[in-house]
């Protein structure tokens, strides 16, 4: 057997999901993580995940990650002690920013703390103009001075970000080897190599960002790497970059920035190819895990790509998926706030000592806990029976909250739910109806070891009539490992006015970014016959401050692709801002190159119709708190394992298996599709 591996290190659990390629067999695994080192937790899940289906580390023919290892540190702020070297004059910037506030009428709003201190942030005489051409050479000496000044301070990465270095990268890479040669144990980058686009603050944001976070991620992947290889693993192991695409573990220690939406861009993935595959490819993803919730809307079956988005606060130039967070997940803690209105997250009880009901010293009432009380949740255990839980606990922690707010135990519980579901549906929003999408028009894709439970109340919320709920919704993002290619962005930035006359300029812009685009492909050892290559670039109106990307159709670069951007740009303006301004002039800003290495991925097979009958999955009955039964109603339990394509569920019902558990709300049924995902729908 050759095992396809991936795993998904979340805040919470850590899954892992075992793909057979020659029998198309799925197996599924969960373990706590482990946050003190989360590598310690994966070599766990790994290890008893293969063991479960008779194999070994040396089975395995490919093994891919996700982790937030970059994104918590950066949440947390507990990357390393960092130095900035700039051009002479422009050590504040970083500070300074867009001098935008981050809410306009909060009064006491507050900026994330900058991540290097202000005498860490040295300035040398360099300057390049934006055309290129170098006013005052780079003061090599300054340079070393600066260097020397920053180790002996005692940081433990540098980050170098000069004036207009993406238009001449000459100087950065100066500095980059005096680093190496003074300070060779430090973890260096430069603006150019990270973000090779315009726009000095949020380069030198990011560049900033990717030094901060470098030795995390470094010693963590040094960390992973020994124990896989202790385990006796014998393939390269990859990573989830924000943009959806996998790289090596090298480049992921180099460039950490580009995977601080490392998990969550793997869930979405696989949602696009299950969406695929039951024949919806308009989709909004809702992945609820313990932590947080992150939606994308797809369009077409594709996520929208960004080039630029802010994360806790800090301006980030990398690829990425759109994907919008929000701090409700099942250990989403709920409180009572000074005004007496109840709250849900974002602070969360992580994966210890997690809810009340894990009995492992928390008193605080999380969303998970108020699911148990309503037994939506089972009341005595989850994860098919090995993680026991305690009813009486989340009960008692709820009476609490219920005594503050005057209210009873099950409608506090139910509160909490409401609360939270509200917050989810905020979200879903902005990612939608914000953009120009009306929610109504997708289907709700569930997936996460918490989206079945909330997504039909959520889809209420919104007025969306179909759920769909994967076959393995808990370990969606580990399977998306599974489903996904080798990726690398390329991007320059050359600001033109869209006529006949910048088209040489963009024939060049192309030819530099597909030759970077052929190096990489000869460095991941990516045959022609698997390369893929799309072509974007960002336009906007002359004026305005914002751009949008717009697909460059192949082949040569000629008038008539000009006529198409032109329709592209006007469509994609429109769908943004509801308006065309016809005759304005339009600039071509950032040009993009997406490289994709096409591997081969896991295959899923349609089973054949079994009939309506769903009796023979029946496990039991369990009474369950819902508000349109006016309080307890019993409801007959399902083991997903045992529903067969064709099998109908009537609600209210309960559908467990060992990643999830969904809730079929009254006046809703459920059908098992040939692919065996759950799809639910108005009765």
């Known amino acids: 057997m050759a095992w396809r591996v991936g795993v998904d290190s979340g805040g919470t659990f850590t899954d892992i999901c075992l793909f057979d390629d020659d029998s198309g067999r799925i197996d599924v695994w969960k373990v706590t993580s482990t946050p003190q080192d989360p590598s310690s937790g994966i070599a766990q899940g790994v290890a008893e995940g293969i063991a479960r289906v008779g194999s070994s580390a040396g089975d395995i023919s490919f093994f891919g990650h996700g982790t937030t290892v970059a994104t918590n540190a950066l949440i947390q702020h507990k990357g390393v002690k960092t130095g900035l070297i700039t051009t002479d004059g422009f050590r504040d910037l970083l500070e300074i920013g867009r001098q935008k506030r981050p809410d306009l009428y909060d009064l006491q709003a507050d900026k994330a703390p900058v991540l290097v201190a202000r005498d860490l942030r040295l300035e040398v005489p360099e300057r390049v103009r934006h055309d290129g051409t170098v006013e005052t050479a780079l003061d090599e ?185 929000v701090g409700a997940g099942g250990g989403s803690i709920a409180y009572v706030d000074s005004g007496g209105l109840l709250k849900v997250g974002p602070r969360s009880c992580g994966a210890f000592p997690g809810p009340v009901c894990y009995d492992k010293g928390s008193t605080e009432a999380a969303v998970t806990d108020a699911n148990v009380v309503l037994q939506t949740l089972n009341p005595t255990h989850l994860l098919g029976g090995r993680m026991p839980v305690r009813q009486d606990l989340a009960r008692a922690a709820i009476a609490r909250l219920a005594d503050q707010l005057g209210m009873g135990v099950m409608e506090t519980a139910q509160g909490i739910i409401s609360v939270v579901t509200a917050n989810m549906a905020r979200a879903i929003r902005v990612v939608s109806v ?179 009958d769903a009796s023979g999955a029946i496990t039991g009955q369990r009474e369950v708190w819902l508000p349109e039964a006016g309080g307890f109603a019993a409801c007959p339990v399902y083991d997903r394992q045992s529903l067969r394509a064709g099998n109908r569920i009537a609600g209210p019902a309960i559908i467990e298996q060992m990643d999830t558990t969904t809730v079929v709300l009254p006046n809703m049924v459920a059908t098992v599709e040939p692919f065996l995902n759950l799809i639910l729908e108005a009765a």
């Open 141 to 325: 000496q300054a340079m070393r001075e600066a260097v020397r000044t920053l180790r002996n301070a005692g940081v433990q990465a540098v980050a170098v970000c000069f004036l207009y270095g993406f238009v001449r990268p000459k100087h950065e890479d100066t500095a980059r080897r005096i680093i190496d040669e003074e300070f060779p144990g430090a973890f260096a980058c430069t603006g150019h190599e990270v973000a090779p686009e315009f726009r000095e603050y949020e380069r030198m944001s990011t560049a900033v960002v990717n030094a901060y976070l470098g030795p995390v991620m470094r010693g963590y992947i040094k960390r992973l790497a020994a124990r896989l290889t202790e385990m006796g693993l014998r393939v390269a192991p990859q990573l989830t970059q924000s943009n959806g695409g996998v790289i090596g573990f090298e480049q992921a220690a180099r460039l950490p920035v580009r995977t601080i939406l490392s998990g969550p861009s793997t869930g979405v993935v696989a949602a696009q190819a299950v969406g695929k595959m039951a024949g919806y490819p308009d989709l909004i993803t809702f992945d609820m895990g313990g932590t947080s919730t992150d939606v994308a809307l797809l369009q077409g079956g594709a996520c929208r790509l960004t080039s630029e988005a802010t994360v806790h606060g800090y301006p980030i130039k990398a690829p990425m998926l759109d994907i919008h967070t």
């Open 434 to 612: 914000q953009r120009g999408h009306d929610p109504r028009d997708y289907t709700l894709i569930a997936f996460g070891g918490a989206g079945p439970l909330h997504a039909a109340r959520l889809a209420r919320e919104l007025d969306i009539s179909r759920i769909l709920v994967p076959r393995n919704p808990g370990i969606l993002c580990a399977m998306g490992l599974l489903l996904t290619d080798l990726r690398a962005d390329f991007a320059t930035t050359r600001l033109l006015t869209m006529n006949e006359a910048a088209l040489p300029a963009m024939e060049q812009a192309f030819t530099t970014l597909r030759r970077q685009a052929d190096n990489w492909f000869s460095s991941e050892n990516i045959a022609p016959g698997a390369s893929k290559i799309t072509r974007t670039v960002d336009m906007r109106y002359a004026g305005q401050n914002y751009e949008l990307a717009v697909v460059v159709p192949d082949g040569p670069v000629a008038a008539a692709t000009l006529d198409v951007l032109a329709v592209g740009f006007a469509a994609a303006h429109q769908r943004m801002y509801g308006f065309v301004a016809e005759g304005e002039a339009v600039q071509l800003v950032t040009f993009r190159i997406e490289a994709a290495g096409l591997v081969s991925k896991a295959e899923f097979q349609p089973q054949s119709d079994q009939g309506p």
